[in-house]
């Protein structure tokens, strides 16, 4: 058993074999996912865990070298989540958004319901 970073088997695997400019969204559980897209399903019920939560956890295993949110996003708390990884936030309409999902490794549903709290990561290299 792993002493730190994520202890969830397979969101560990997708983090680790993610390569530069990979992409990986942490959703908020409503988020619908193409197709043929994996799924990791994290909600337990609402609110939990929460996407800050999952975020967090999940920078600290992965090199991240940009986000994308959707253009309708609006919570601050969220938005500061996201603000708080220090890289490149771009934000597009929600539908694209949901476009750019098609080509992620993986989503990550959490517990979240607040609307729009949805962020796709960019993978970047640690040197």
Same mark, same amino acid.
């Given at each position: 058993?792993?002493?730190?970073?994520?202890?969830?088997?397979?969101?560990?695997? /997708?983090?680790?074999?993610?390569?530069?400019?990979?992409?990986?969204?942490?959703?908020? @559980?409503? /988020?619908?996912?193409?197709?043929? +897209?994996?799924?990791?399903? &994290?909600?337990?019920?609402?609110?939990?865990?929460?996407?800050?939560? +999952?975020?967090?956890?999940?920078?600290?295993?992965? +090199?991240?070298? @940009?986000?994308?949110?959707?253009?309708? &996003?609006?919570?601050?708390?969220?938005?500061?989540?996201?603000? @708080? /990884?220090?890289?490149?936030?771009?934000?597009?309409?929600?539908?694209?958004?949901?476009?750019?999902?098609?080509?992620?490794?993986?989503?990550?549903?959490?517990?979240? @319901?607040?609307?729009?709290?949805?962020?796709?990561?960019?993978?970047?290299?640690?040197?």
């Amino acid at each position: 058993m792993r002493d730190t970073g994520l202890w969830h088997p397979r969101l560990a695997s /997708l983090v680790a074999g993610l390569g530069h400019t990979d992409t990986i969204v942490v959703a908020d @559980a409503g /988020l619908p996912v193409p197709a043929g +897209v994996e799924t990791v399903q &994290l909600a337990l019920t609402r609110g939990v865990p929460s996407f800050r939560a +999952v975020l967090a956890a999940m920078a600290g295993d992965l +090199v991240i070298e @940009a986000a994308t949110v959707a253009a309708e &996003l609006t919570d601050e708390a969220v938005l500061a989540g996201v603000r @708080a /990884l220090g890289v490149p936030v771009d934000s597009v309409p929600h539908t694209e958004l949901k476009h750019r999902c098609a080509t992620a490794s993986a989503v990550v549903r959490t517990g979240e @319901a607040t609307p729009y709290a949805n962020v796709i990561l960019r993978a970047g290299v640690p040197f």
